[in-house]
T-cell receptor, first 115, second 117 residues
Framework: SQTIHQWPATLVQPVGSPLSLECTVE??????LYWYRQAAGRGLQLLFY??????ISSEVPQNLSASRPQDRQFILSSKKLLLSDSGFYLC??????????????FGPGTRLTVT | AQSVTQPDIHITVSEGASLELRCNYS??????LFWYVQSPGQGLQLLLK??????LVQGIKGFEAEFKRSQSSFNLRKPSVHWSDAAEYFC???????????????FGQGTILTVHP
């Protein structure tokens, strides 16, 4: 069965510091991968998605970037964190190969607090 | 552009009472519709999905939802709520995976469910 991991689970970082959040998926190949941010009371905002290694699409302009160095690895980064980057970051995957419905499966999330 | 509206930010029900969470969507073609549940500090868990066929779909934990195209709605229901159902619920809409959709989903703002004993 498929499993999705995220780490770290929680992170407290000062303003201006770099960021690296990692997401890995097991039990599937060539998934579509997604990064979301969830701010309190504001639902889920899609940040980036990837359809393959090295292929990244950004949904909103921001202080963050994403990379996909391997098929099942998705990384969210920042060179200099802002206070507004605080939130709960969720990684998700889906398999678009002919199953008819395209539900996404979510990782456990990373709580980021920028101080 | 697609959108999802969950009109109720917070709903409180008594344990054993019935539940209906509302979801209205806007989408230009046949939508794929989903309900997810999130416990505090956790990821999202898929409750149920609709993409074709019978408009009444059954999900996990005793939940069901009905797709009504004429009303652009996909309301979630449960006949008898348990205290463990207290969580936040998200409705989502997506299109087919082909073209430029890439399996992306648009989520509503969520409905927080509180269950009183």
């Amino acid at each position: 069965s498929q499993t999705i991991h995220q780490w770290p689970a929680t992170l407290v970082q000062p303003v201006g510091s770099p960021l690296s959040l990692e997401c890995t998926v097991e039990g599937t190949s060539n998934p579509n991968l997604y990064w979301y941010r969830q701010a309190a009371g504001r639902g889920l905002q899609l940040l980036f998605y990837s359809v393959g290694i090295g292929q990244i699409s950004s949904e909103v302009p921001q202080n963050l970037s994403a990379s996909r160095p391997q098929d099942r690895q998705f990384i969210l980064s920042s060179k200099k964190l802002l206070l507004s980057d605080s939130g709960f970051y969720l990684c998700a995957w889906t398999d678009l190969r002919g199953r008819g419905s395209y539900e996404q499966y979510f990782g456990p999330g990373t709580r980021l607090t920028v101080t | 552009a697609q959108s999802v509206t969950q009109p109720d930010i917070h709903i409180t029900v008594s344990e054993g009472a019935s539940l209906e969470l509302r979801c209205n969507y806007s989408y230009g073609a046949t939508p794929y519709l989903f309900w997810y549940v999130q416990s505090p500090g956790q990821g999202l868990q898929l409750l149920l999905k609709y993409f074709s066929g019978d408009t009444l779909v059954q999900g996990i934990k005793g939940f069901e939802a009905e797709f009504k195209r004429s009303q652009s709605s996909f309301n979630l229901r449960k006949p008898s709520v348990h205290w463990s159902d207290a969580a936040e619920y998200f409705c989502a809409v997506g299109g087919n995976a082909g073209g430029t959709s890439y399996g992306k989903l648009t989520f509503g703002q969520g409905t927080i469910l509180t269950v009183h004993p």
